[in-house]
T-cell receptor, first 114, second 110 residues
Framework: NAGVTQTPKFRILKIGQSMTLQCTQD?????MYWYRQDPGMGLKLIYY???????DKGEVPNGYNVSRSTTEDFPLRLELAAPSQTSVYFC?????????????FGPGTRLTVL | QKEVEQNSGPLSVPEGAIASLNCTYS??????FFWYRQYSGKSPELIMF????GDKEDGRFTAQLNKASQYVSLLIRDSQPSDSATYLC??????????FGKGTRLHILP
């Protein structure tokens, strides 16, 4: 199993450009998440999905969009990139089995907006 | 605003000693508690989870939960240089949201 994979690993965008961060998991997890992590800070939840076709906003959704057409894929779309979106983006997945929700993280995408 | 608080550190501990990492949370309805380890430039990986009051041990790691005091801790016995990392506390709140603290940087001194 590859686990959670993310592409690209690094990207530099100009202000106003758009891009899609890809995330795929092969563990048949029902939940998937997108986080951003700024230097010296914890993880902030952007969007999450509880299953194919269902998505919901997290703590910091502005400037982002997501879709979940399959169990495996959960792409994150950045529209009109801004310097404030410079961050490391982590995708994660979990098989929710209350009360535990162990999340498995991808390697991250380091995004710089200039 | 539900919060998870951690001392940012760095916490410096001699090799072979016990490292103690602490976390407090604001939501009394929180259900599950997680400790993740994150090496510099890498993604977080789960060390332990705990959801009942008391201690839970796994090898050199012990998680402690006190729901009355809204406090969860992680003890690392016989600390090794490879334990040097940032430790993230995460809490599953009463409304099923998982909230991460900012992390504590741990430095094990050889």
């Amino acid at each position: 199993n590859a686990g959670v994979t993310q592409t690209p690993k690094f990207r530099i965008l100009k202000i106003g450009q758009s891009m899609t961060l890809q995330c795929t998991q092969d563990m048949n997890h029902n939940y998937m998440y997108w986080y951003r992590q700024d230097p010296g800070m914890g993880l902030k939840l952007i969007y999450y999905s509880v299953g194919a076709g269902i998505t919901d906003k997290g703590e910091v959704p502005n400037g982002y969009n997501v879709s979940r057409s399959t169990t495996e894929d959960f792409p994150l779309r950045l529209e009109l990139a801004a310097p404030s979106q410079t961050s490391v983006y982590f995708c994660a997945s979990s098989w929710v089995r209350p009360p535990t929700d162990t999340q498995y993280f991808g390697p991250g995408t380091r995004l710089t907006v200039l | 605003q539900k919060e998870v608080e951690q001392n940012s550190g760095p916490l410096s501990v001699p090799e072979g000693a016990i490292a103690s990492l602490n976390c407090t949370y604001s939501d009394r309805g929180s259900q599950s508690f997680f400790w993740y380890r994150q090496y510099s430039g890498k993604s977080p990986e789960l060390i332990m989870f705990i959801y009942s009051n008391g201690d839970k041990e796994d090898g050199r790691f012990t998680a402690q939960l006190n729901k009355a005091s809204q406090y969860v801790s992680l003890l690392i016995r016989d600390s090794q240089p490879s334990d040097s990392a940032t430790y993230l506390c995460a809490v599953k709140s009463g409304d099923d949201k998982i909230i991460f603290g900012k992390g504590t940087r741990l430095h094990i001194l050889p």
